[in-house]
């Protein structure tokens, strides 16, 4: 087991636990983001983000994908870290070992993980209005869905209590009135400032070699808003 970390740039880090002792293998991304005006938006963003991609323009084409990568399975979350949102996308995988005929599972997954935060399935600065209706709906029943866990609902209001006038004292994904107002524009404009402002992190667990998923993430980064 090998524990590494390095910073690619200042905006760019690399996590790995190489091992061989699991049959699956994961590979996230992190983008951690201030906590201010755009947290609704970048919030819708990470779950639009994880519906399609441009060369998998409709969710059935991206499952039938994912199928195709013996059934791995694509994650999403929002995070809150200090006075960071942080928004995740991760890929789960079949180890390269297990695969036949010597596919790089792991990398190919790697690959579309990329595609689909870097490249998305945008047309016309538009990521959908039903989709993002629909991902409206969900993210205000994910909050609503806190409140009936009265441990959790405690605890985030003695957050919000104790740190009313400090940026960690906010919801991880806003307030429903901030995203029931966001507006297709809004949610463009966040993933273009997600690509040239967030702070990255690539964590990869498994046996997939490290370096080589790095470099798949390295070249869109280097070609996204940052030059």
Avoid: H
């Amino acid at each position: 087991m090998i524990l590494r970390s390095s910073m690619l740039t200042e905006s760019l880090r690399v996590n790995s636990l190489t091992t061989d002792k699991f049959k699956t293998g994961c590979i996230s991304v992190s983008m951690a983001l201030p906590m201010d005006e755009r947290m609704a938006a970048n919030s819708l963003l990470v779950y639009l983000l994880k519906r399609s991609c441009e060369a998998y323009p409709e969710m059935s084409l991206l499952n039938g994908r994912l199928d195709e990568l013996y059934g791995a399975i694509l994650g999403a979350g929002v995070s809150k870290n200090g006075e960071a949102q942080v928004l995740t996308l991760s890929i789960t995988s079949l180890a390269d070992k297990f695969a036949l005929d010597d596919e790089s599972i792991q990398l190919e997954a790697a690959q579309l993980l990329s595609d689909i935060i870097f490249n998305p399935n945008v047309i016309d600065g538009s990521f959908g209005d039903e989709a993002l209706a629909t991902e409206k709906r969900l993210l205000i029943q994910r909050i609503e869905e806190e409140l009936n866990d009265k441990r959790a609902y405690a605890f985030n209001k003695c957050i919000a209590y104790m740190c009313k006038n400090e940026a960690f004292g906010k919801d991880k994904y806003g307030t429903v009135e901030e995203i029931e107002a966001v507006k297709m524009a809004d949610v463009y404009a966040a993933w273009k400032n997600m690509l040239s402002t967030a702070v990255f992190q690539i964590t990869v667990v498994g046996a997939a070699d490290s370096d080589k998923v790095a470099s798949v993430f390295e070249k869109n980064f280097e070609n996204s808003l940052r030059g």
